[in-house]
């Protein structure tokens, strides 16, 4: 067993040019030189960003007011040389507000398609836990179907598309639960708490005089044959098995109503090949589906209703799963 594992990792490193995982290496490493430039913070954060940038999922970034949520999320996007737009949302956003609608023009008589800031490669989503349900189930099939509908039509939107959304915690004044179906699109979530005291001063000096101005780093062409270089790497049915047995670990938890569902199982895969190639490895590992795994499940729990809110219990639920199920091959 453990020497057929073996030649299919050998075969599939052969298929993947290691001198194109060598240029993705590079091109990686440059984003993350930049973004650390601009945003004062842990590898953690990055990390998670790059993760979800390889995999094509998105991203909801969650913290109190003023941790550089805003921040982290511009200066990613603008290294990408993709097209970025913002979106501040807030209770009275409409969905032709996000999506775009039809005008007349008085020259011609006809109707034509004003887009809306969806039209975008990388969507900064500010505050999306202010905006009406409308504006969300809009927004939910932008994310799904990487599409949206406008009087009755349905318009494609840019590829790649990817939804960079800021949350505020849901007790503030204003904010509104995001409904589960909507979190279950993000693939991941991401926490962002106060930065330690040596942290802040490193900002204060960085923003001294004048803020930094992040620069590109990739093109689109480029971005595309990353995410394509992800899809290639390779993962054996062991990891399917434990990637399945994680999420389902989930589902039998006595603190959770409403397990991981199959959607994150698929997530959890996708996260992990491109954990694998931000290491520079053709194949996915145990470690590369533990790393992952915590900014993968933890929006998608729905606790029991005395446990709701507790982000404790939440990751007691995550660290059990991770404990409890066992990865039994012993080649890797």
Do not use: W
Request: charged content about 25%; glycine content about 6%; some cysteine.
């Amino acid at each position: 067993m453990n020497q057929e594992v073996s030649a299919a990792q050998t075969h599939h490193r052969e298929e993947l040019n290691p001198e194109h995982l060598t240029k993705a290496a590079e091109l990686l490493q440059k984003i993350r030189a930049e973004v650390n430039r601009i945003y004062v913070g842990g590898e953690e954060a990055l990390n998670t960003l790059l993760v979800a940038l390889l995999a094509r999922g998105h991203v909801l970034l969650e913290g109190v007011p003023g941790v550089a949520k805003t921040t982290l999320a511009k200066a990613f996007a603008h290294t990408l040389g993709c097209d970025l737009r913002r979106v501040q949302f807030t209770p009275d956003l409409l969905p032709s507000d996000i999506t775009g609608t039809y005008v007349l023009d008085p020259r011609s008589g006809d109707f034509s398609l004003r887009k809306g800031p969806l039209f975008a490669n990388i969507v900064l989503a500010d505050e999306i836990n202010r905006a009406p349900a409308k504006t969300q189930s809009a927004l939910l099939e932008a994310m799904q179907e990487g599409q949206v509908t406008i009087e009755g039509e349905r318009q494609a939107l840019p590829s790649p598309f990817m939804v960079l959304a800021t949350q505020n915690p849901v007790d503030m004044e204003g904010t509104y639960p995001l409904p589960e179906a909507q979190l279950d699109r993000f693939l991941v979530r991401l926490v962002l708490g106060y930065p330690e005291e040596d942290g802040e001063i490193a900002m204060l000096k960085a923003y001294d005089t004048q803020a930094p101005t992040p620069r590109e780093i990739l093109g689109i062409d480029e971005l595309l044959q990353l995410q394509a270089l992800t899809d290639r790497v390779h993962a054996e049915e062991e990891i399917y098995r434990y990637a399945v047995s994680l999420c389902r670990a989930t589902r039998e938890n006595r603190r959770v109503l409403l397990g991981a569902s199959p959607r994150a199982s698929l997530a959890l895969l996708h996260a992990s090949k491109a954990q694998a190639l931000l290491c520079g490895r053709p194949y996915v590992t145990p470690d590369d589906v533990k790393t992952v795994y915590p900014a993968i499940i933890s929006h998608r729990l729905i606790l029991v209703p005395e446990l709701e809110g507790s982000e404790d219990a939440r990751e007691q639920v995550v660290q059990d799963a991770l404990k409890e199920v066992p990865y039994s091959l012993a080649s890797f």
